[in-house]
């Protein structure tokens, strides 16, 4: 690559190319593609001419001993992150900007420092004065965090360096620039040369390092997604700002479970941890009512109760809307074409809304019967017993398929006081008392059973 060749870099993505283009070729964002400097000259022609030195190689069957832990205390958000955090990690904090990211941590720095870690909060978005304002009013002006509000990265880093903390945060990466970078903080180039250097840093002193990245809507600064691929775990913090629920949610981690959530929920003191969550998203539910399901999932390692709300009316002429909060819509095509051709039960002219209650998101294909039933109730107009929870996966044919973890699932709905459960045939049910289990092998059954004929 020549030192005078230009770059593309998407800042959705970081996809890098030649040439500009409206539209990111990888991700398919719009107008996300800026200029940016070349990020590398390359290893160069004379690198690896020379011999390395050799490494030792060990036996599969090498016992190593599990990475020890820091832990916050706050257990929602050691349990996202697999039990603590991990010394000489970094961790990638993502999410919309305003959603509470630095509450979060700002609590999470005063409770590590609570239990004796040495934490650094490295603030480059406010004044130090901002960030003592907020500890005084979450009630944590007293913790032992030591703060720096900067934004150049070798500063930062020979402090850190010199200061050697157990925990370091840095909030945001969009506000950090490195000298050696010719382009603006926030860009593609300058983002990921950050995220570098503080991954590097972590990895050399054995620091944890947790780095905040703003979820972008403009395309002129880089994302968080840009660095996914270079830190050890990432989590991403989700709500509605309407909500008082926050989810912290692993999306990638190197030293726990993918996919764990913890639940938080905003207060005038800032974010609780909400220990039981199913309780928490069933508490809001309205009297019985048609299109209203409760769906037993499996959130990383827990068991987690919603409700799933399903609303069908006749549309106006032309082509009805498919609207779905909270879930995938190409999941709920599906489920509309097997209720058609399998049931002979069409959707045809009529509008579809999806929503799953409390501002989760739902990825599981177990949820498929429970929005099956949803979309039925609502069709038919028949409110679901409301003591019945409902959980499966439904395949093309229209067979329900059991799913992993249906003894956990069965359990938690027992616990929150459910009495019956509608699940596939053939599901490995363990033995729950008081719950009744009404084991159904497809769709049809289902239909015929809780709604009739259908
Ligand atoms: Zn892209």
Redesign the pocket.
Known sequence: MSRSATTFA??????TSRKWAGR??????WN??QEEAPLSQGPGARALTQRGKTVPLTDLGTEEPPPARISSGIGEFDRVLGGGLVPASAVLVGGDPGIGKSTLLLQAAASFARTGARVAYVSGEEASAQVRLRAGRLGLAQAPVKLATETALRDILTTLDAERPDLAIVDSIQTMWLDTVEAAPGSVAQVRAAAHELVSFAKRRGVAVVIVGHVTKEGTIAGP?VVEHMVDTVLYFEGERGHQFRILRSVKNRFGPADEIGVFEMTGTGLAEVANPSALFLSARDAPAPGSVVFAGIEGTRPVLTEIQALVAPAPPGSPRRTVVGLDSGRLSTILAVLDARCGIPFTGLDVFLNVAGGLRVNEPAADLAVAAALLSAREDVAIPPDTVFFGEISLSGALRPVAQTENRLKEAQKLGFSQAVVPAGSRLGAVPGLKVREMADLTAVVGEMFGAG
């Open positions: 998407c800042t959705a993505c970081g996809a990111c070729e990888a991700c398919g964002a996300t593609i997604r």
